[in-house]
């Protein structure tokens, strides 16, 4: 398992946008082709629900924010981003990273390691 750090949450209104971060650990962000990182979201009261995920040749987001979200990484610097425009209330939620070596696949279950998660709060 790797550590995951995120970071770049807040608070910011409809229409607005946000970056999230997230840094793993030293060397660990590869292109082998099972490693996957991801992006999930859990509302109060709702399930985990995944958001993006970005793989070696793979970028796939939800239906919820396709055309609003962008997920993106920086080898050199052990970063993943998600790139978040149009900002919906419904996008409110705590925002977690997570990595897997398991395939990239959308369900949790293939992800071992997870960061502690960043609040994001979207005003009406």
């Known amino acids: 398992q790797e550590h995951l750090v995120e970071s770049g949450g807040g608070s910011v209104q409809a229409g607005g946008s946000l970056t999230l971060s997230c840094v793993g650990s030293?060397?660990?962000?590869?292109?082998?082709?099972?490693?996957?990182l991801g992006w999930f979201r859990q509302a109060p009261g709702k399930e985990r629900e995944g958001v993006a995920r970005?793989?070696?040749?793979?970028?796939s987001y939800s239906d919820s924010v396709k055309g609003r979200f962008v997920i993106y990484r920086d080898d050199a610097m052990n970063t993943i981003f998600l790139k978040m425009n149009s900002l919906k209330p419904e996008d409110t939620a705590m925002y977690y990273c997570?990595?897997?070596?398991?395939?990239?696949?959308?369900?949790?279950?293939?992800?071992?390691?997870w960061g502690q998660g960043t609040q994001v709060t979207v005003s009406s």
């Open positions: 997570a990595s897997g070596r398991r395939g990239c696949w959308p369900s949790a279950d293939f992800f071992d390691s």
């Open positions: 030293q060397h660990a962000y590869t292109r082998d082709y099972d490693y996957c």
């Open positions: 970005i793989g070696a040749e793979l970028r």
